[in-house]
Every structure is written in C-alpha cells, then in structure tokens.
C-alpha cells in the first residue's frame, strides 16, 4: 500500500492548490501537466504557460501568455482544439478562465471567466458547442466565439473530467461517485449512477454504446448508456484516478497500486493477470500501431503488446502523472519533478529519446 500512500499524498496537495485558489507559480509546482498532440505540434499547459512545441525537434513555436505568467491563471487541462481551429485553454487559476488562443501563433481570441469555480476538466467541442465542466457542479455551454449559451447544475461535488459524447448524450463523471447522462437537445439530466466511489476520469464510450468507468472504488464497471444497467463489473487492486481506454474489443487500464489491466470489453473476462509495474499508474494508457504504453509516478515508461508482455521499458529521471499522447512517430510524455527541470520527452517506437523540451525561467 505504500505506493498508494505516496500519491494519496500528491492528490491531497493538488485537491488543496485547486481548491485554495493559489497562484500560479504554486500550480506550476504542485498541477499535472495537459498535452495534447497532432502530427505537426504537441501543446503542453504546465502551470503558468501553454506552449506548442514541433514534433519533429522540440523548438518551441509560441507560449502562452507571449511573456509574463498572470499569477491568476494556471494551466493544468489538456489543452483541445475546436472545429474550427481554436485551442482552448481551461484554467484551475484564481480568475476561473476559459481562453481560446490561436493553435498557429498562440494569440488570444477571447476569455470566458464568468465560472463560480476552477476549470480542471479539458471542455468537449462539438456540433459548434463548447460543453465546460467546472468544479463548481455545473456544466457549461459556450458557441465558438465564446458567448455563454447556458449553465446547467449536474452535481453538487466537482466536476473533474471531459464529457463523453455519443451526439445525442453526454455522459458526465462527478467526484460525488455518479456517472450522469446529460441530454444536449433537452439540457438537462436524465439519469444517474451511483458508482460507490468518486469519479475523477472520464467515462469511455464504445461502438456498441457501453460506457466504462473506473473509481476510486477499485472497480471497474461496463454500463448499457441505453438501459443503465450494469453489464460487468470487476474488483482491481486500487483505485482508478483516469480513463480506461478500448480499441479492438480490448479494454487497458491502470491503477493506483501499479498495476496494468486488459479486459474483454463484452463480458470483463481478464486478457492477462494483472502486471504490476513500479509505481502508481495515473493516467490513460496510449495505445500506438506498435505498443500500449503507460508511465508510473516513479518514473518508467512501459510498452506492452496486445496480449500484456513488455516489449521494452525506460526509466526516466521524472514523475509520470499525465496522460501520454501521440503525434506524428513520436509519442510523448510530460514529467514532474526532475533535477533538470526537463517539463517533456519524445520518444521514438523503440523507446529511445529523441528530445526534450525544458522551460525557460
């Protein structure tokens, strides 16, 4: 239980920063990072600045702010870009924004800041409607120019990850231990689920309309969004903070005591035992053509194939909290608390560094 412990403790320091309202030089030493990622350019929000970053070398294409952090703002979301080519930015700082900047040159568009709460979820874009959920419960409604639509209350306990979508629902997880289906067209909530412990990933949506979501109640459960009812659900060794995601019929998924999951994501049947790494698993599992990759809060990237061996494994000098994405043949994974100050990696298919990026001061 020691490792859970450790990042129990981390949790706590982050749930304080969040909540307290601290600025942002106090984010940027206590947050997760977001990143996000296409083929041509990884952003990556890391406390007091959002960057975008080549894929193919590392150079820095802008930040921002362009030169002073706001001590109001902290950028913890992984930033998402619109339809129509906005990059949006959700801050956990005191000012409550949501921002919309340009993807290409990083300049501002417009600012959002009439939340009761911090932003920690990334808002889900789609159909022209920005959907933000915010800790203050409510569920946000915004067009792409950033005009307020509406506000809907879901939950009265923070609202910490993205919506799922399936064009007529969103599918929404609260830390008050419930998965709601929000209807768009009606606005308001239909149905809820008690899940017996507080939510703070996303719920995943398959093909066939079953909603997966871990807790922290060590469980992981398969929902019919249609019918509501509970089509499997399977014990794990410690708590979910993240999403599980499916591909192929399989569901992998990590977990606060290190340990690695494959599922079939019809019956919960187990693809392998479960593979304990070294370190508490936060964030969602990448999977690439070649590997499904995870990183621990103590450091080590692994690859795995489909049927759960370890293709390769890479200690690095840095905590691994965040989600790792893809762009281009490189995958990339933000890191926390190094000795260089080293804020991202990228990685080749075999495991091998091909850069890193570190702030300026």
Same mark, same amino acid.
């Given at each position: 239980m020691k490792t859970k412990k450790i990042f129990v403790l981390t949790a706590a320091v982050l749930i304080f920063t969040l909540l307290s309202g601290c600025s942002a030089a106090a984010m940027n030493s206590n947050s997760w990072p977001g990143l996000s990622a296409t083929d041509e350019t990884v952003y990556l929000a890391n406390g007091g600045f959002v960057y975008a970053i080549q894929v193919k070398n590392g150079s820095v294409i802008w930040q921002y702010p362009a030169e002073k952090a706001d001590s109001k703002e902290a950028y913890y979301a992984?930033?998402?870009?619109t339809e129509d080519n906005q990059l949006i930015l959700a801050s956990a700082g005191s000012n409550h924004s949501l921002i919309s900047v340009s993807p290409e040159n990083?300049?501002?568009n417009w600012t959002f800041g009439d939340a009761e709460d911090t932003w920690v979820a990334s808002p889900l874009a789609v159909d022209g409607v920005i959907y933000a959920p915010n800790s203050?419960?409510?569920l946000y409604a915004l067009d792409l120019n950033g005009s307020f639509l509406w506000a809907k209350h879901i939950s009265d306990s923070a609202l910490w990850a993205q919506p799922e979508n399936d064009g007529e629902y969103l599918y929404i997880t609260s830390l008050d231990h419930h998965l709601y289906g929000f209807s768009k067209e009606a606005k308001e909530t239909i149905w809820d689920i008690d899940l017996n412990g507080a939510i703070p990933g996303k719920a995943t949506l398959d093909e066939n309309g079953a909603l997966y979501i871990g807790s922290l109640d060590s469980t992981m459960t398969a929902?019919?969004?249609? #019918?509501q009812a509970i089509l499997w659900a399977t014990p794990l060794e410690g708590w979910v903070w993240d999403t599980a995601i499916i591909q192929d019929g399989a569901l992998y998924v990590g977990d606060l005591e290190g340990y690695f999951y494959g599922f079939d994501a019809e019956d919960g049947a187990q693809l392998w035992a479960p593979i304990l790494s070294d370190g508490p698993v936060t964030g969602t599992p990448l999977v690439t053509d070649e590997h499904i990759l995870i990183g621990t809060e #103590?450091?080590?990237i692994y690859a795995f194939d489909k049927e759960g061996g370890i293709d390769w494994q890479q200690r690095i000098n840095g905590k691994l909290y965040t989600n790792p994405v893809e762009g281009g043949e490189l995958t990339f994974f933000a890191l926390m608390e190094n000795e260089s100050n080293i804020a991202l990696i990228a990685l080749d298919v075999d495991g091998k560094q091909v850069w890193s990026f570190t702030p300026e001061k």
């Open positions: 992984d930033p998402i870009l990083g300049r501002l203050d419960g409510k929902i019919d969004a249609e #019918t #103590t450091g080590t």
